[in-house]
C-alpha cells in the first residue's frame, strides 16, 4: 500500500505531499519519487504529517535531501499537521531554521 502522495493545486501554485504511517527509510524512493514529480510550476511545496505516527533521522535527511534537490529558499517547504512529538523532533533537530513548521 501506497505511503505518500502528491497532488498539485495549480490556483495556488502549490505541490503537497501527504505522508502516511511510518516514515523512515523505506520510503526512501516513494518519498523522492512524489516531489520528483511536482510541476515546474510548483512555487510552494507543502509536507503534510496528519497521519505520520513516528519519523526517524532518516526522514530528516529525505527532507534536507528534498530541499536542496529543488534548490528552494528557506520557508518554501510547509512541515504542516505535524504532531506534539514530532514538531518537538523536528525543533530540537533545528528544522525550523529551514522550513516552515505548523
Known sequence: ???ISG???EDLAEYQIAISGKFDFAL????????????EQARKY???MR???LID????????????S????????????????????LRIAKFDLMF???
Do not use: H, W
Open 28 to 39: 526512501l524512493n516513494e518519498f523522492r519519487e512524489a516531489y520528483e514529480s511536482a510541476p
Open 57 to 68: 533521522s532518516s526522514a530528516l535527511g529525505m527532507l534536507l535531501k528534498m530541499k536542496r
Open 70 to 89: 529543488l534548490n528552494l529558499a528557506d520557508g518554501e517547504i510547509e512541515l504542516i499537521n505535524c504532531s506534539s512529538n514530532i514538531d518537538k523532533i
Open 1 to 3: 500500500m501506497k505511503q
Open 46 to 48: 507543502l509536507v503534510d
Open 100 to 102: 516552515t513548521i505548523k
Open 51 to 53: 497521519n505520520v505516527e
Open 7 to 9: 497532488r498539485y493545486m
